[in-house]
């Protein structure tokens, strides 16, 4: 999944009609890269559980190196990431790069556990189910 098209999930999933948009002729899947095929992690909606300062808080870790990051509050980021080894990511948040390990992964659950200087932060994510839709936010 390139990120024109996790865009157009994106805005699929806040309701924004697209299909002026989509092609006339299906185009050619993105082939990946024979190790990402079984990675969990790669080209899926993860949305933060618990209690979070932005509600629908979500990743979509990129098979080509890009991480959306979006909630129902805030606008959507573009960020470069990686994957460090089988256990830790990192990537880029306003000029700082952002370290985690991952604590848990599968088809099911992500468990981040984020190093924020000398704190530590746990995220847990599972897959976002479709559809989905952004709460009315008070204004």
Same mark, same amino acid.
């Given at each position: 999944?390139?990120?024109? &098209?996790?865009? +157009?999930?994106?805005?699929? #999933?806040?309701? #924004?009609? =697209?299909?002026? $948009?989509?092609?006339?002729?299906?185009? !050619?899947?993105? +082939? &990946?890269? !024979?190790?990402?095929?079984?990675?969990?992690?790669?080209?899926?909606?993860? *949305?933060q559980q618990g209690e979070s300062p932005s509600p629908g808080t979500m990743q979509i870790?990129? &098979?080509?190196?890009?991480?959306? @990051?979006?909630?129902c509050w805030e606008t959507y980021r573009l960020s470069k990431w990686q994957q460090v %080894?089988? =256990?830790? +990511? %990192?990537?880029?948040?306003?000029?700082?790069? +952002?370290?985690?390990?991952?604590?848990?992964?599968?088809?099911?659950?992500?468990?981040?556990?984020?190093?924020?200087? @000398?704190? *530590? #932060?746990?995220?847990?994510?599972?897959?976002?189910? *479709?559809? =989905? #839709? $952004?709460?009315?936010?008070?204004?």
């Amino acid at each position: 999944m390139d990120t024109k &098209a996790a865009i +157009i999930a994106l805005l699929s #999933v806040w309701g #924004v009609g =697209t299909a002026a $948009c989509l092609p006339a002729v299906a185009e !050619e899947p993105a +082939i &990946a890269d !024979e190790g990402d095929s079984d990675n969990p992690l790669l080209n899926k909606v993860w *949305v933060q559980q618990g209690e979070s300062p932005s509600p629908g808080t979500m990743q979509i870790f990129l &098979a080509d190196g890009t991480l959306v @990051s979006d909630s129902c509050w805030e606008t959507y980021r573009l960020s470069k990431w990686q994957q460090v %080894s089988d =256990t830790a +990511i %990192s990537w880029e948040e306003d000029g700082m790069t +952002i370290n985690a390990d991952i604590s848990s992964l599968t088809a099911d659950e992500l468990i981040l556990s984020l190093k924020l200087g @000398s704190d *530590v #932060v746990e995220q847990r994510f599972s897959p976002a189910t *479709v559809p =989905t #839709v $952004c709460p009315d936010m008070p204004r």
